[in-house]
């Protein structure tokens, strides 16, 4: 574990940007300061990192940023620096400025990246959350989710007006990868009917007759979720018109769930994992993540954190289980 | 022009619904009410007229619906409704329960129907426009539009986000029929570079030249508006995939526009309205429909109202000119 | 503890509303549903249990309301209630319905008296938190905690926007009782420079120190927020403006924060916790409420919901200080 | 009038911030841009102008701020600016700079400003309309208004909710100055029961007797907009609780009300006023606002613009009419 005094850090966003990202830049350059260290930006993640676009930063450039979507420094997904080349031109440039801390913000990619750099190349770097489909291992939450639900949640209260007015069929395909956070959290919030994730793909059929049956009893609207990547929105839209007869709509969300100010829950989170990566990098602490745990603040491996396989499998089920009787 | 007093009325709303269509019913039962008028309300418009699904109503039945999207007493559109055969079982149906006056709430395909009762079967007949696409003649603005380019601008702002992070061209299917009102408003109040409307509808090749000049200069962003039934997003955003080799990404918006809690000048316009549309029926009116023109409502004939052609044209090239200075 | 089959229940809200409540009556009504129990809804809380303003409900007679803030069974404070001879009266009217069954959603005051309902008069009643301050044990969250944060949030987000332009020291009261659960998440989450809260109440010198400080090194605007029950909102801007000699507005944000449509996690939460009471009533529990902790939902004992003190004082703690550190 | 070929413009905002501020300085920037103008930007309005904070700024300074609250130059009131030699500094650093020509962008007393600039000092000054009172003459809408009417509908609806579930009266005051444009819009479009406008100050004792015949009638919750200077929101609360015997609760919305993301509306208005106000100064005009008549932008002289007297006098009371309908 390395153990120099830390002077300079820089921090950098990889990978899709999230809600929330600002908030923990800001707490990162913030955290920095009150603990006299000077910071930097890294523009457009590692290529940023790999062309040297590393911008000083201070206090007072995330004044005002706290409850801004997207990311002032922005991001960007890089598949160069898996390239040995490419790596060494981004360490030689950490150097070039005396940068002895990297703060990452991002998921899965932007943390084998990480791992990389920490691992191999021996940057001290620590890792924060921020991604809208929390699916990484070893915290609770990832920065940026919460928002990401709210925000299908929001499309979803407005089809369900028209839904409810106009007696249709609404598709709606929200985001979530391999992930079904958000098409599960969005189902049960957005009281949907019913709702296709990864362990019920093959379901179209069962799902007609609940159509069908549910209008011989006078049922005339429905709201179904459709977690992207299962089917496409569209597709099940044409399913259920030709297993059913009925007329249906289908709503694509797509990266509206990406933008948008953060909520309450992500701005702390990511205030509070950003503060505690700059402690961990004081610390000594690399080639880890800062994550969440109940109230506490956890370190994770990178190795762990990227880790494939479902988080909350059991409360997913208890979701799952729930839309089902409210849709009775 | 009948002038039997007016004893009982009935509300109804047709076609495709619009935000603030409950407080235009609320404003029709209370002002209704308030002149000890008897209500009711007519279920999936003609098409509970035709079927007698017909129920009464009173100030209580509409408490706390203003700020609701949607309408309580559901939509329809009812082809049925240009056979006469229809049209006398829904004139039947009123007689039967001595509704003298009756309100349609809807749009063009609504107001036609409105038309062929008051002028063939002589129901006094008063219309309150109610359709997102701001397209009828003689009333500056229609309830649900205000609310309807309000919504889709949020989602461009959270769009803008991300855009702005990732460095990408977001393209933007927003409704709007054949009215240019919803594509024209968003592109302006987002801050799109570029709208792709009825007039401009084979400038793709233009677009796309812009975008390359303005990569070389360094831009890195676009949102593009598109008006539906344009081209559709999809096929612009292969478009401009293929005619500038820049990645594109494609939200469409859809029915989340019809939804939505009104905003204030929506709910304005509704109370407005649907006030003035029983005071008309009380003064004899019929075969008309309530608008506004500046600070006044007025009437105008059904027949005007769904005449075709463009409103504020020198207003929409005004926004489009601003459009285009503003992307500079 | 009762072990009789469960036929009927009854559900009543409680004390000061919270956004999420009907969608935990929602939750509770079509949970019975699903197990083929029969449902009331008392109107007023202990009121309508003593006055016997108890209603049939169904599945429909909770279709949208999950998205609706407020309780369409309302909600009243009940002092009454704690003498014996209304309690037998409610008693009384639940038997004659044959009502086996309660589900009392509320805070502090309301398990108090679901308590002497169920330990007194052996009424088998079973809690879920419905309050925006919570200050309840044995659940890390009460319904309409996080809607609460959200809705002051985004008024702390707008008064930036002005304090910014306007230079000026604005002072936000926002709601949270003996709790800080509110005001210190707001204060975080709103990049306020300073937060007032019962830990903290004698700081205002210090603060007024800190503001001259920092408007001699050109800092402009500040926001502080201080927790109702401190000191008041007026109160703290007189002795900020006598402290300091700058000028000082004052925005207290009273009811807004019980209003609201909730957040997806209080709908989560509240579709949760409804199914958990119903599925601990027919468990034959009583005398608990139903909370979560971590991933998992949890019944306590109503003694132990109500006692008073402190939770998560450490998280408390660790926030306060990560609002200092984002100040400097 | 000036006919000298501009080269050279800077923009101030001066008095109450209003939300669309940032959207009219932007088309400012850029409309002067698209006509190679040079532009700058003063900081806190007649104050920065007076000590010579003037800023360079360009197309790329104004990005991303079309939907933020405040104004990125500051604002601020400015008593000193009567003093003719704080005018003549005032001058002297436009002159020191080449600016000739000036956008003001605020309310009343900004105006009487702007006009002494162009009258006495021959700068060639054009005004935008920025202040959400809507109080100018000449202008059908003022920048800002339509956002604050829509923010504080967005309180009322919380507070309608809480309203309902407690039954309670509830008093908001709502801003409006010597204008009554903000309270009749929000009470009309916010469903409440009444409201205490300039016209109707006196009627508290009216107000109490319908209080108390509707609750006789089984009414159980009021909301009453108050408009701020009549009386105060507390004031009024004291008043009724006397005076019917019943519970109140006061909210009074402040500062809130004046920042938010601007409305679609407000953001076209301002985009179309901005670049109205620097085609009118390259077409020589001085000494005017740029303001809005139905559909046209037109140009108003200060000293009109400025002039006591109510606005949409008719439109005013038809409103007041209409809630007091709606009430019924």
Chains 1, 2, 3, 4 share one sequence.
Request: aromatic share 4%; with cysteine.
């Amino acid at each position: 574990m390395a153990t120099t005094k830390l002077k300079k850090i820089a921090v950098l966003c990889s990978g899709g940007d999230a809600p929330g990202m600002n908030a923990a830049i800001r707490s990162v350059i913030r955290t920095a300061a009150y603990y006299n260290i000077e910071s930097y930006g890294v523009m457009r993640g590692y290529t940023g990192l790999i062309s040297g676009d590393i911008v000083k930063m201070g206090p007072r450039s995330v004044s005002n940023i706290i409850d801004k979507g997207g990311t002032i420094i922005k991001t960007a997904r890089c598949p160069e620096f898996l390239e040995e080349r490419y790596q060494k031109k981004a360490v030689n440039n950490l150097k070039k400025k005396d940068i002895d801390g990297l703060v990452v913000i991002g998921g899965n990619g932007s943390f084998k990246g990480a791992h990389i750099l920490s691992s191999k190349w021996k940057v001290r770097t620590v890792g924060g959350p921020g991604t809208i489909d929390n699916d990484l291992q070893g915290t609770d939450f990832t920065v940026g989710a919460d928002t990401a639900v709210n925000t299908a949640l929001g499309a979803i209260d407005k089809i369900r007006d028209t839904a409810t007015s106009l007696e249709r069929i609404y598709i709606v395909e929200v985001m979530g990868r391999d992930s079904d956070f958000i098409p599960l959290r969005v189902a049960l919030s957005g009281g949907a009917e019913d709702v296709l994730v990864h362990d019920t793909e093959h379901k179209i059929d069962q799902m007609c007759e609940d159509i069908k049956k549910g209008r011989r009893k006078g049922k005339i609207s429905w709201i179904i979720v459709v977690a992207e990547g299962i089917a496409g929105g569209h597709e099940v839209g044409r399913l259920i018109r030709e297993g059913t007869g009925f007329d249906t709509r289908v709503v694509v969300l797509g990266h509206i769930q990406r933008g948008g100010s953060p909520t309450a829950y992500d701005r702390m989170l990511a205030s509070r994992l950003g503060a505690a990566a700059i402690e961990a990098l004081i610390a000594g602490e690399t080639d880890k993540m800062a994550g969440i745990k109940g109230d506490d603040t956890v370190l994770v491996p990178f190795t762990v954190a990227v880790k494939p396989g479902r988080k909350q499998e059991k409360l997913d089920r208890e979701i799952y289980k729930i839309i089902r009787i409210m849709a009775t």
